[in-house]
């Protein structure tokens, strides 16, 4: 499957998927180098996008390159960069911004520094299986507690998480929006667990690193309501998964008012320093990428749109929810021999998914995430031989 390249033949903040297969597995990322490397594979798993980077970032990374800025990163410009477009876009209220090497570095120093070892902290499932190692990494004990579902798709069980606080929970994972099943929480329901956290002095850990990929609608973050500053929280969030750059390792964790000072005095060399690439893309990201940024949001509800077509289509009784975010697409096979079939048509047609075994509870495995981040060739491609192998 080949095309020539369109780079020359669309608008400047169109997003350009790609289609040539031969060229996506010569792709040097984990997307596409992760697992058997068999010849004719199509990766739709790790959360990577298939796409060529946007004009204004090469054009940005070419010039830092040319300049020999490939040092270590300058913190100041990227932390009010990503402050301002939380404020702007997310309604965010901070109170001190501090940069990291990844989300996952921040939040485990976080957990370090603010949590006694062998604290309990509440992981909602399904969830990114990295959240739960985090936690085991920092020397804490995760607590999982399941997701509701019903007609209208995931929310939060209430009874069960202040059960669990009850019980002696001293952090909760709030993800805006929710990995893998793409739930995006109201401002009412961020206002509810902040209400939650505030009764329980609980630790809230805020991950809104999908955040502006928002499919339906404009997210709000857990720093929109005033009442955030009265708890200790943290956010966490970085331009690597809207503007697909995770390999330029930058972050920021922001906090409330209360978790402020905590901030200001962890020691940089725990929270790790970005590369100057990364800090440099970052704020080219958040100051000339929002144009882009909307059309992207505009195409990938299209891919969405398209795998629950394909999954539709399938001779299996998928359950799937339309999310509100991300380019994620999370299917349930629950009945009968139905996520084996679909298991072993992934195999023999060589499409790599993610199995829901991994995202924090080993009664997941009739589940499947599903990367829609991809040119539509590929995702029809991938489709076909899936139907062909059932």
Not at 175 to 186: L, S
Request: aromatic share 6%; hydrophobic share 45%.
């Amino acid at each position: 499957m080949r095309i020539s390249d369109t780079r020359n033949t669309r608008t400047p903040h169109e997003p350009v998927f790609i289609e040539d297969l031969a060229l996506l597995r010569r792709r040097r990322t984990f997307k596409w180098q992760a697992g058997e490397l068999t010849p004719d594979r199509i990766c739709l798993g790790v959360a990577e996008m298939d796409l060529y980077a946007p004009d204004f970032l090469r054009e940005t990374l070419d010039q830092a390159v040319r300049l020999g800025e490939t040092g270590y990163g300058l913190c100041e410009a990227q932390e009010a960069a990503c402050e301002k477009y939380l404020t702007e876009h997310h309604d965010a209220g901070l109170a001190g911004a501090r940069c990291t090497t990844d989300v996952l570095t921040g939040l485990r120093t976080v957990l370090r520094l603010d949590l006694p070892p062998g604290s309990p902290v509440i992981v909602e499932t399904p969830v990114y299986g990295d959240l739960l190692t985090v936690v085991r990494e920092a020397g804490l004990v995760p607590l999982p507690v399941p997701l509701l579902r019903d007609a209208q798709g995931y929310r939060h069980d209430w009874a069960a998480l202040a059960d669990a606080a009850r019980a002696g929970a001293r952090g909760w994972f709030l993800c805006q929006p929710h990995n893998p099943v793409g739930r995006a929480w109201t401002a009412e329901e961020q206002s509810q667990a902040i209400a939650l956290v505030l009764e329980h002095d609980l630790l809230l850990l805020a991950n809104e690193v999908h955040i502006p990929l928002g499919l339906n609608r404009r997210l709000v973050s857990a720093f929109a309501d005033p009442a955030v500053h009265r708890v200790r929280a943290y956010g966490f969030t970085s331009a690597s998964k809207a503007f697909n750059i995770p390999g330029l390792k930058s972050a920021t964790v922001y906090a409330s008012d209360r978790s402020a000072r905590a901030l200001t005095e962890m020691p940089q060399s725990l929270l790790g320093r970005p590369g100057s690439l990364g800090a440099i893309a970052t704020v080219a990201c958040y100051e000339q990428g929002m144009d882009w940024l909307e059309a992207l949001r505009a195409a990938l509800a299209d891919r969405v749109q398209q795998v629950l077509a394909e999954l539709a289509g399938l001779p299996l009784a998928a359950e799937v929810g339309v999310p509100d975010a991300t380019y994620l697409v999370w299917a349930e096979f629950p009945h009968g021999d139905d996520a084996d079939r679909f298991g072993r048509a992934l195999a023999e047609s060589q499409v790599s998914v993610l199995p829901g075994a991994g995202f924090g509870d080993p009664g997941l495995a009739h589940c499947f995430r599903i990367n829609a981040a991809s040119h539509p060739a590929v995702l029809s491609e991938a489709f076909a031989r899936i139907r062909a192998a059932l």
